[in-house]
């Protein structure tokens, strides 16, 4: 997954976050617990995948220390078994078998992994193909469609370069129509491809010091659509240029954990994993026994389109 977020570091940043203590989080006893991080997107195959353990509340947690290394990692499909094995270029980290077959829509999925006594094993669902139909301008008022964007479907330079698909920033609503999925919901990645575009994002909340750390890459909170329709909101995006949307259909693992984490916006507008509203929840959801963590599965399709710097007014 081209720079997709690791949901585990949700976990992370909940240990981080200032409005929360860790030990409301985890308690003494869960220091040492097995920790996975492993996400499957159906029609790629089987995923690399990390296995680490939690540390005490008050030390510094380093990646390289937290990395668990004598796994004995393994997911089942169907009565195959895919065993894992560790890479010697990063603790923690497995990687699946040579050749591992693709991930298969509407089929489930088991993880094992077992280290010094220690059991996990978690269990996902992946969801059904996710397909974009089309994707629209709306006129901000009226709400009618006022232009008609190339798809990939139509070619992968083509949403980039057709005049189409090159929106002025701020103009209209961007809605992306998809087919709705029997799925718990959905999740959304928005990716600025052109590192050195110039910015568009203009806020009065913001000091000049702040657009320094601007990022080009942001996810949205979960939600549902159970009418197959997303609306990209305007704040999302902070630079011209070719940008990506991807579309996630997410099993109830996936869905669960990114909708116990409390709901934010960055510090720069961008969209943020999080909750959705009315929720409260005093820890994250891990569907995982013996452990913490994800296991998780998702279909995904995407939208390309073109930003232009906004219309002098």
């Known amino acids: 997954m081209k720079k997709m977020f690791l949901l585990l570091g949700l976990v992370m940043w909940m240990g ?5 203590d860790r030990e409301s989080l985890f308690s003494p006893q869960e220091v040492g617990l097995l920790v996975v991080d492993a996400l499957m997107i159906v029609d790629k195959p089987l995923p690399n995948l990390f296995v680490r ?16 290394t004598d796994a004995e990692v393994v997911i089942v499909h169907n009565g195959d078994e895919y065993i894992y094995r560790h890479s010697p270029d990063s603790l923690g980290y497995y990687l699946p078998p040579a050749n591992a077959p693709l991930v298969l829509p509407g089929e489930t999925y088991v993880l094992g992994v077992k280290s010094q006594g220690r059991v996990v094993s978690a269990s996902t669902r992946t969801p059904a193909r996710i397909q974009i139909s089309e994707a629209v301008l709306l006129d901000d008022k009226t709400q009618q469609v006022i232009r008609q964007f190339k798809t990939y479907q139509d070619g992968q330079e083509v949403v980039f370069t057709d005049p189409a698909n090159q929106v002025p920033y701020q103009l209209g609503l961007l809605e992306a129509r998809f087919n709705p999925l029997a799925v718990d919901g959905y999740h959304v990645a928005i990716e600025s491809l052109d590192l050195d575009s110039e910015r568009v994002l203009e806020s009065d909340l913001l000091e000049e010091d702040d657009y320094a750390d601007l990022e080009r890459f942001g996810s949205s909170p979960a939600f549902e659509a159970k009418d197959g329709n997303l609306r990209l909101p305007w704040f999302a995006v902070a630079f011209a240029g070719r940008h990506v949307i991807r579309i996630y259909a997410v099993d109830k693992n996936w869905f669960d954990l990114v909708r116990s984490v409390p709901q934010f916006l960055g510090d720069d507008g961008s969209l943020q ?12 959801l891990f569907h995982v026994e013996g452990g913490i963590g994800i296991f998780g599965s998702a279909s995904v399709d995407s939208l390309g389109f073109f930003v232009l710097p906004k219309i002098k007014e």
């Open 16 to 20: 981080c976050a200032a409005e929360r």
């Open 53 to 68: 353990e939690t540390v005490t509340p008050d030390g510094i947690y380093l990646r390289d220390m937290a990395g668990v």
């Open 273 to 284: 994993p999080g909750g959705l509203a009315g929720d409260n929840f005093e820890r994250p």
